[in-house]
């Protein structure tokens, strides 16, 4: 042969494989919702009408090669879901959501080993970064019905909300509680009429595991949330006086030691986190007075500086996520001279909005959780007494009005998604 070849990729059998424009490509334009990918094929697929999810061959060999193209330019309206049928996605496993939304995008991706699976080669320099699955549970978990308990209340899929389980961690209220590990939960801090720095670890069943101490400065008032998709952070809270002191917490469950500095000291603030590239939100709170200020999280677990005017200022509300693109949820709580009955949504670039009433019975030291993968819920409280009433969040960030009579009645709790299964 003579000649110079150009753009091709070596197969691990040492096979040329074919450049895009030497592929196979389908003459029938894709329109259907679902597609099952050849290997050396191209497809040019139209979403005009539906979202199409793309099943990628279940067992392709090194240097394997397949091209998308948008067809109609709808993929902005109707994204492209790829399936990767067991395999990883760019060093990612198959549980992770991987979509193109880009309105004219084409995508070449080869498939490399087992460790990277599938690699774009080429994806018009808009790559989406994969999302990992959501949580479907969650946990209720400790507070106060008159003494300080450690009851928990798991929530299925479908946003029930269980009876009580007896207690397996120190009983105790005020403390915090995330995500981590895509799949578990923490709870941790807290107070048993002194404070603590007891930390319990969830499973992805909801076991709650036995007690865990000596990370980071015992407080009450601190709040998790997740962020860089696997991790958690506490911060801010109450030794004695209110504190700015955050920990991190990384994807196995260990807890960092103590690091401060960022954001004005409070206790009681609502944290969750949002957006698609995992970042995290903390806002309102009590320091010396109620706050209705905020500060973003990086997906790197940094706290930035307040964010003042967002919202009634308040402290002990609840938060969630909902949606499917990373939107969050911000919930009761207690003013000044009033309990809140307001709700702010939090869109995935971290943008507060402004009030809006709330459905529901208002009220302050609840706890929220995502379930069902894009809904949450918040539940318990204190109104004049403690409470168990519950009010789901949809998928549209909407306040339901009251569930109530599941769990025993009390205050001062946490909660936090569990099970990427549901």
């Known amino acids: 042969m003579s000649g110079t070849v150009t753009s091709n990729v070596f197969k691990a059998s040492g096979v040329i494989a074919a450049t895009p424009g030497g592929l196979d490509w389908?003459?029938?334009?894709?329109?259907?919702?679902?597609?099952?990918?050849?290997?050396?094929?191209?497809?040019?697929?139209?979403?005009?009408?539906?979202?199409?999810?793309?099943?990628?061959?279940?067992?392709p060999a090194i240097g394997d090669q397949i091209v998308f193209a948008d067809y109609a330019r709808t993929w902005a309206t109707n994204n492209v879901?790829?399936?990767?049928?067991?395999?990883?996605?760019?060093?990612?496993?198959?549980?992770?959501?991987?979509?193109?939304?880009?309105?004219?995008?084409?995508?070449?991706?080869?498939?490399?080993?087992?460790?990277?699976?599938?690699?774009?080669?080429?994806?018009?320099?808009?790559?989406?970064v994969p999302?990992?699955?959501?949580?479907?549970?969650?946990?209720?978990?400790?507070?106060n019905t008159g003494s300080v308990t450690g009851v928990t209340n798991l929530v299925n899929s479908s946003g029930v909300v269980a009876s009580d389980v007896s207690a397996v961690g120190?009983?105790?209220?005020?403390?915090?509680?995330?995500?981590?590990?895509?799949?578990?939960?923490?709870?941790?801090?807290g107070s048993t009429g002194s404070n603590v720095n007891t930390r319990n670890l969830v499973?992805?069943?909801?076991?709650?595991?036995?007690?865990?101490?000596?990370?980071?400065?015992?407080?009450?008032?601190?709040?998790?949330?997740?962020?860089?998709?696997?991790?958690?952070?506490?911060a801010f809270g109450n030794t004695g006086s209110v504190v700015n002191t955050r920990n991190l917490v990384s994807n196995s469950g260990v807890v960092a030691a103590d690091a401060t500095g960022a954001g004005t000291a409070r206790n009681r603030p609502n944290g969750v986190g949002y957006g698609t590239t995992g970042q995290a939100i903390y806002a309102y709170g009590y320091g010396g007075g109620y706050l209705n200020m905020s500060n973003l999280v990086t997906n790197q677990?940094?706290?930035?500086?307040?964010?003042?005017?967002?919202?009634?200022?308040?402290?002990?509300?609840?938060?969630?996520?909902?949606?499917?693109?990373?939107q969050a949820i911000f919930v009761y709580g207690g003013g000044l001279s009033d309990l809140i009955d307001k709700f702010n949504l939090v869109t995935n670039v971290g943008v507060v909005g402004s009030d809006q009433t709330a459905a529901g019975t208002k009220r302050q030291a609840l706890g929220g959780t995502s379930y069902g993968g894009d809904k949450g819920i918040v539940g318990f409280g204190e109104i004049a007494s403690k409470s168990n009433l519950s009010n789901k969040i949809?998928?549209?960030?909407?306040?339901?009005?009251?569930?109530?009579g599941v769990g025993s009645a009390r205050d001062g709790i946490a909660a936090a998604g569990f099970s990427t299964s549901a």
């Open 131 to 143: 999302v990992a699955p959501p949580t479907q549970k969650g946990i209720f978990g400790f507070g």
């Open 394 to 404: 949809s998928s549209s960030g909407v306040v339901a009005s009251d569930t109530s």
């Open 170 to 189: 120190t009983a105790r209220n005020n403390l915090g509680s995330a995500t981590y590990g895509f799949d578990k939960a923490i709870f941790a801090f």
């Open 301 to 326: 677990g940094v706290v930035g500086s307040d964010v003042s005017g967002v919202g009634t200022a308040r402290v002990g509300g609840a938060s969630s996520t909902y949606g499917t693109t990373g």
């Open 26 to 59: 389908s003459s029938a334009v894709i329109t259907g919702s679902t597609l099952s990918a050849e290997t050396g094929r191209g497809y040019f697929i139209n979403t005009t009408s539906n979202i199409c999810t793309i099943t990628l061959p279940a067992s």
């Open 203 to 234: 499973n992805n069943s909801g076991v709650v595991a036995s007690d865990a101490t000596g990370a980071g400065t015992a407080r009450n008032g601190p709040t998790g949330a997740k962020y860089g998709f696997d991790k958690a952070i506490f």
């Open 81 to 128: 879901i790829i399936d990767s049928n067991g395999n990883n996605f760019q060093g990612d496993p198959d549980s992770y959501t991987v979509d193109y939304d880009t309105a004219g995008q084409s995508l070449n991706i080869v498939y490399s080993d087992a460790t990277k699976g599938w690699i774009p080669v080429s994806d018009d320099a808009v790559a989406d």
